[in-house]
Antibody, heavy 122, light 111 residues
């Protein structure tokens, strides 16, 4: 069964840090591109960032809104993806989804995890 | 990179067909045949319905179809059913450094 499970969300103060994790099963994780997508309460989907696979040197890309504050990493030996979020702002409050990126050069998302809620508030 | 433009809402009666548009630019929808569509029910993660403009993943009903003309992509749902009531988002590839851009979402109401 293909499964993505996020964890690590919670309440954090503005300026704080949080690390999200996503554990993947049912795929050969090392072959995958993986993305993070977020959804603020009552709002639409916003792409956050991407990590490519080993064959593509694990290169990463980030949305302008998070560049320099967020960092994506992965541990292929643990089938795990991470999102390190620093200097958090209230506008980062959202449900964060990890998703397998499909197609060439990576243009669709399936499946998605169930999401983890990050609330940035004092 | 600006979001793709979708209508905020559409509605239709059971059995009817509806179409949701998704307008981008020459940098995304207009250049790449790499548009995908997602269905999201309240409290659930998005579900891939269409990818690469016209392709349907295994298990998705053939009542869902996609198309594209110029900078506008479209999702058509035929034979509307109550279970189709959901939010729908389009997404387009937009280049290596900002790989994807989403639409603002469309709320579909089945009357």
């Amino acid at each position: 069964e293909v499964r993505l499970v996020e964890s690590g969300g919670g309440l954090v103060q503005p300026g704080g840090s949080l690390r999200l994790s996503c554990t993947v099963s049912g795929f050969i994780f090392s072959d995958l591109y993986m993305d993070w997508v977020r959804q603020a309460p009552g709002k639409g989907l916003e792409w956050v960032g991407r990590t490519r696979n080993k064959a593509n040197s694990y290169t990463t890309e980030y949305a302008a809104s998070v560049k320099g504050r967020f960092s994506i990493s992965r541990d292929d030996s643990k089938n795990s993806l991470y999102l390190q979020m620093n200097s958090l702002k209230t506008e980062d409050t959202a449900v964060y989804y990890c998703t397998r990126t499909g197609g060439v050069p990576g243009n669709w998302f399936d499946p998605w995890g169930q999401g983890t809620l990050v609330t940035v508030s004092s | 990179q600006s979001a793709l433009t979708q209508p905020a809402s559409v509605s239709g009666s059971p059995g009817q067909s509806i179409t949701i548009s998704c307008t981008g630019t020459s940098s995304d929808v207009g250049t790449y045949n790499l548009v995908s569509w997602y269905q999201q029910h309240p409290g659930k993660p998005p579900k891939l319905m269409i990818y690469e403009v016209i392709k349907r993943p295994s298990g998705v009903s053939n009542r869902f179809s996609g198309s594209k003309s110029g900078i506008t992509a479209s999702l058509t749902i035929s034979g509307l059913q109550a279970e189709d009531e959901a939010d729908y988002y389009c997404c387009s590839y937009a280049g290596r450094s900002t790989p994807v851009v989403f639409g603002g979402g469309t709320k579909l109401t089945v009357l």
